[in-house]
């Protein structure tokens, strides 16, 4: 959701079934995003949702540095927990982020909080004994004796050594503002829809909105093939065409979402009322998105645990 339109189209989302925004959280928002985009010298800055923790919550917006769509590096998360005060989250390599997802639970609220995960471990080669040197010297039996029993306290100080060393190098420490950088990101690939027509691909290939889009009418708004993913395509044939030099399609050059894998993930409702579409995600609850038909008013937003519902989704499936 844009800044300038928080107050109305946080209503969509209520309309739609999903949880609100205070009015205070609002005023708060509204003010302190427009602050946030003047002093981060952002193209834009929108709000993104919320994580709901244990012990406080995250406010979550994405700010861009220009009018590309597609890409991370272009793109810029930040955290509150009052909505007023906004840190960046540091940025995360893909080994991070498949250490996150393993990580299962609730968010705390404390983004200096610390999991531990354990990394499988790596099977080690054991050298073999080394030969005692000098068996041909005879030395007395009480210095023998004391150099054994110094021999062994040295391995054994050895083996605790290795030990330590071992179960520092299978232990990972992530902390709770990685997982949440890591999170939003996933969240982001598998839920960021917009209309069919609402992005154009240009000549010199830079995917801008589109200021022609007038909406979808009630009959196209409810096919899922109306609605694409806003992230780099992995389709083949539309990923060729989005690295084909010069002139392409500008309109289907992205992912539908009736192409996501199970089928049939989305959930779909229509109000004849405030003619209005609506998506939620079945992976992850807690995602609305919604699409006032005949008109170019759309958006989506995320207030939810942040944990996937990968186990229960097959048996919501029709």
């Given at each position: 959701?844009?800044?300038?339109?928080?107050?109305?189209?946080?209503?969509?989302?209520?309309?739609?079934?999903?949880?609100?925004?205070?009015?205070?959280?609002?005023?708060?928002?509204?003010?302190?995003?427009?602050?946030?985009?003047?002093?981060?010298?952002?193209?834009?800055?929108?709000?993104?949702?919320?994580?709901?923790?244990?012990?406080?919550?995250?406010?979550?917006?994405?700010?861009?540095?220009?009018?590309l769509t597609f890409g991370h590096t272009t793109r810029k998360i930040f955290c509150s927990v009052d909505a007023v005060d906004w840190v960046m989250l540091p940025d995360i390599s893909e080994e991070t982020r498949q250490h996150c997802a393993k990580i299962r639970g609730r968010f705390m609220g404390n983004a200096s909080f610390e999991y531990t995960i354990e990394l499988p471990q790596q099977p080690t080669d054991k050298e073999p004994p080394k030969k005692k040197e000098g068996e041909g010297n005879a030395k007395p039996e009480d210095e023998q004796g004391q150099e054994d029993a110094n021999e062994t306290e040295e391995e054994e100080d050895e083996e605790e050594e290795e030990g330590e060393g071992k179960k520092k190098q299978n232990t990972l420490v992530i902390s709770e503002e990685k997982r949440l950088h890591a999170t939003v990101l996933a969240i982001s690939e598998e839920t960021n829809v917009a209309p069919r027509g609402a992005y154009v691909l240009t000549a010199d290939h830079r995917v801008i909105p589109n200021r022609a889009f007038e909406g979808l009418s009630p009959a196209a708004a409810m096919k899922l093939n109306n609605y694409c993913h806003l992230r780099p395509p992995r389709n083949q044939a539309k990923k060729t065409l989005l690295e084909k030099e010069g002139l392409c399609n500008s309109l289907d050059f992205m992912d539908t979402i009736d192409e996501d894998k199970p089928r049939v993930i989305w959930s779909q409702r229509y109000d004849p009322i405030r003619q209005m579409a609506v998506l939620r995600s079945l992976i992850w609850p807690g995602f609305t998105f919604y699409h006032a038909v005949c008109s170019p008013t759309w958006g989506h937003c995320y207030i939810g645990t942040g944990e996937p519902n990968h186990d229960n989704v097959m048996f919501m499936l029709p």
């Open positions: 959701m844009q800044c300038r339109d928080l107050f109305l189209q946080s209503s969509y989302i209520q309309t739609g079934g999903g949880r609100g925004l205070s009015t205070e959280e609002k005023a708060s928002l509204q003010t302190s995003l427009v602050v946030l985009q003047a002093n981060s010298k952002l193209h834009s800055v929108r709000f993104w949702g919320m994580v709901l923790g244990t012990q406080r919550d995250y406010y979550i917006a994405e700010g861009l540095q220009s009018d």
